[in-house]
């Protein structure tokens, strides 16, 4: 079934560890070019400045409206950096002191949010946040959801992602089933007024695919009509099973509490680096194009990596025509995946964790999170030169966030 359920995670887990006017938006995106030019002192007064400006006419989160030629020329100029020269090592490691699964960053609060799984162990963080203002110095870890509902094993909680609705936080997670047979994963659901936390979790799963193996890997998507998406994975290979994974996408109500609709079927595997696995999908749109950033094949081995897949629309279908990962095992390390997109104004970005770093040391385990520059044209996305963001981007508005 699916509905208001929840979902899985991937096998022997246990060891891995969003109103304002348009103007705003335009003179953000004017301000982080400028910035980036000018640098220094300049970047002081222009953050200064759309302050300023972001208390007289509100902060904008809907993007460009139609028709904006200025505004569409700066997003393509954005979206279309400089290839990497160095394609085999792209990624830059965050210093986040975070060393688990499935990174997901957004900005909240003038900051950068940064969160992962949580690590295994009834002692572990279950939801750990830390935050930023620059991309170097890190806050300790906090948990953002102490207490687990009544159906989730503690231990055991991955995937998280965090989305503003108005006023209010949704962080939706994916947990084992206690006392299931098969193991089994769900995708919960918890809400709070602080992005980070405390959330209080609702008693019952969110989503969860018990006819599919359960339901894993939520990533919100809010479409460029201000129409909320949750994007997930149905478990079908629960316990090593080979029977293909299926990727969904469902509407959200305007608050985030309740599935509207029934799921739409995005992809399954169906290129041979693939093997019998898709999961951890985000949904992207560049330029009016959609596209979906998934891992593929069993987490674990040299074979997982990154795919991205063009689609119809938020409901899909999805396809990938590539005979290969976009990204698979390099000189940073093997296995790369989990990723997920931060998109703003001045660019796009891509985190991720490769199951194990090519170059580890005493203080850092194996699965460091990592993050790289994306480019975009028509034919699709390409690792491209730049760094992390910096205190500059945070002056440029994500378009996922919320138009009322």
């Not at 393509?76 to 002191?97: F, Y």
């Not at 939801?127 to 203002?133: A, L």
């Not at 339901?215 to 629960?238: A, C, E, H, L, Y």
């Not at 290969?324 to 931060?342: D, I, K, L, R, Y």
Request: charged share 10%.
């Amino acid at each position: 079934m699916s509905s208001n359920e929840e979902g899985d995670a991937p096998p022997n887990t246990a060891t891995q560890g969003k109103s304002g006017g348009r103007s705003a938006v335009v003179l953000s995106i004017l301000l982080v070019l400028v910035a980036t030019i000018l640098g220094g002192a300049a970047a002081s007064w222009l953050s200064a400045s759309a302050s300023a400006s972001g208390q007289q006419t509100g902060a904008s989160a809907a993007g460009p409206a139609a028709g904006d030629a200025t505004t569409a020329a700066l997003l393509r100029a954005a979206a279309a950096p400089p290839a990497n020269p160095v394609p085999s090592a792209p990624g830059t490691e965050v210093p986040a002191g975070l060393h688990e699964s499935d990174p997901f960053l957004t900005v909240a609060d003038g900051r950068y949010l940064l969160t992962t799984s949580g690590g295994a162990g009834d002692s572990a963080i279950n939801v750990p946040v830390v935050t930023s203002t620059d991309f170097i110095h890190w806050t300790a870890p906090i948990d953002a959801l102490p207490t687990l509902p009544a159906w989730a094993a503690r231990g055991f909680t991955w995937a998280p992602d965090i989305h503003r609705f108005a006023n209010s936080y949704a962080l939706y997670f994916t947990a084992q089933v206690k006392g299931s047979n098969p193991t089994m994963q769900c995708i919960g659901s918890a809400f709070g007024t602080s992005p980070t936390g405390p959330y209080t979790a609702r008693p019952r799963p969110f989503i969860c695919q018990l006819d599919q193996g359960g339901s894993i890997d939520p990533r919100v998507f809010v479409d460029s009509d201000g129409t909320p998406w949750v994007m997930f994975k149905s478990d079908q290979n629960i316990e090593g099973s080979p029977t293909p994974t299926k990727m969904w996408s469902q509407r959200l109500s305007a608050d985030g509490t309740r599935l509207l609709g029934s799921p739409s079927f995005l992809m399954s595997p169906d290129r041979p680096w693939q093997g019998t696995i898709v999961e951890a999908p985000q949904m992207v749109e560049v330029d009016g194009t959609y596209w979906v950033v998934y891992s593929a094949n069993w987490y674990n081995n040299p074979r997982y990596g990154i795919g991205i897949a063009r689609c119809n629309g938020p409901a899909g279908p999805c396809a990938d025509q590539s005979s290969a990962p976009f990204m698979g095992t390099n000189a940073q390390g093997a296995g790369p995946g989990e990723a997920s997109v931060f998109q703003t104004a001045s660019g796009i970005w891509m985190l991720y964790t490769p199951r194990c770093s090519a170059a580890p040391h005493a203080d850092i385990p194996p699965r460091p999170v990592y993050i790289t520059r994306l480019g975009w044209t028509t034919q699709g996305p390409y690792l491209a030169s730049g760094n992390p963001p910096s205190a500059s981007d945070l002056l440029s508005v994500p378009f996922w966030a919320p138009t009322t």
